[in-house]
DNA sequence: TGTGAACTGAACAAAATGTACATTAACAGA
DNA sequence: TCTGTTAATGTACATTTTGTTCAGTTCACA
């Protein structure tokens, strides 16, 4: 990809997510954007098509860089679904998230945290979907909602994070296995 | 208040979440909502400033409804804030949700859905930060993390049970109550 | 160094937002 | 039933935001 395309796409998400840091999405327009970042009007709209399609865009690249090497290691070696290669996969995880911090932040802060962690939870919810297929039947709770259960649990685990860099992706892991106590 | 100030707001309030089981919050525009409430442009803004402003006040009105004895019940008996007493109180809230389930849906189903979420917990917060001072601290997780756990944890059941309207609160409430065993 | 692709900025149309006001209709209380 | 008050109406208007177009410029890369 053109590197002045790569330069442009950078600093629309520097700009974006600088912003959604001290204002609420829907309050944000377009041409604060394009002015935060630098650049003319059409570039923006040669790029996307609205501001939903920004977020949109943003969260993609994200999760395409969080979950990289997960779906990597699933295709290469058929990986147990025990306790410990879950908590492997989780760490590693986080340890991504932690990388990309500072744009998450942001989109966390306001009504564009719906749409991010939507994203989160569909790719989560193939992580342990497999993760619980290996447990016994919880008695008499639907399948369904334990998944949902885990899935937002771990969810809402990075987003609480993310507000307190004080702890280790190990430590966030520990805490999550913990809580969520029958998954271990 | 004016028996006609209560029609109009029930005629937005019914508009606005009708338009959400089909359309996403930021695509909705104002005069949509003026247009499907069937009410002129002007009343409309003499009620509420922005649709941001109406999505606050719809979601005031429901929380309002649904924590107004729990409220009341707080200050009449000091309660004990055993598990028992916690199961009762959820339960009774669940039945409160339910009875706003229809405008419930609509408002999960897109972005407007974290604004809920947030006032949502806000409510829980206060609840569960009682329960939780008289269990010991678990090990070595910090409190703060398990009130957003379990707080997120109900919260989350609630949004899935607003897509699985099989179960009764009392099921949902020990689903919760069952996943969050450390509770009971 | 040449060429295609990306960026620019200004200009434009269309849509949405928010306000003002004179008029009409509905309400509550006597 | 009458009356003063308050809400609703709808049109008109100013402003803001959005999204597109296009001719000219700059830049990356081969």
């Known amino acids: 990809m053109d590197r002045r395309q790569q330069r442009t796409r950078q600093a629309v998400y520097k700009a974006f997510t600088d912003l959604l840091r001290c204002r609420s999405y829907n309050s944000i327009t377009v041409q604060e954007i394009i002015d935060a970042a ?3 009007r059409s570039t923006f ?3 996307f098509e609205t501001k939903d399609d920004l977020l949109k865009a943003l969260c993609t690249e994200i999760f ?3 979950f990289a090497d997960d779906l990597m290691k ?3 070696h058929d990986f147990s679904g025990d306790a410990q290669d879950v908590q492997h996969r989780i760490t590693h995880i986080l ?3 932690q990388d ?6 942001g989109i966390l802060s306001s009504e564009s945290g719906e749409l991010f962690m939507r994203f989160f939870k569909e790719y989560l919810r193939e992580l342990f979907e497999e993760a619980l297929c290996r447990k016994k039947a919880e008695e008499d709770i639907p399948r369904d909602y334990m998944l949902n259960h885990l899935v937002c649990d771990f969810a809402e685990s990075v987003r609480w994070w993310m507000h307190h860099e004080e702890y280790s992706p190990e430590e966030i892991s520990r805490f999550f296995l913990t809580s ?3 998954l271990c």
Do not use: D, Q
């Open 95 to 97: 340890y991504h998230l």
């Open 64 to 66: 395409a860089h969080v």
């Open 38 to 40: 630098n650049i003319g």
């Open 180 to 182: 969520a106590s029958f």
């Open 100 to 105: 990309s911090r500072a744009y998450i932040r």
């Open 45 to 47: 709209y040669s790029h």
């Open 74 to 76: 699933e295709k290469t």
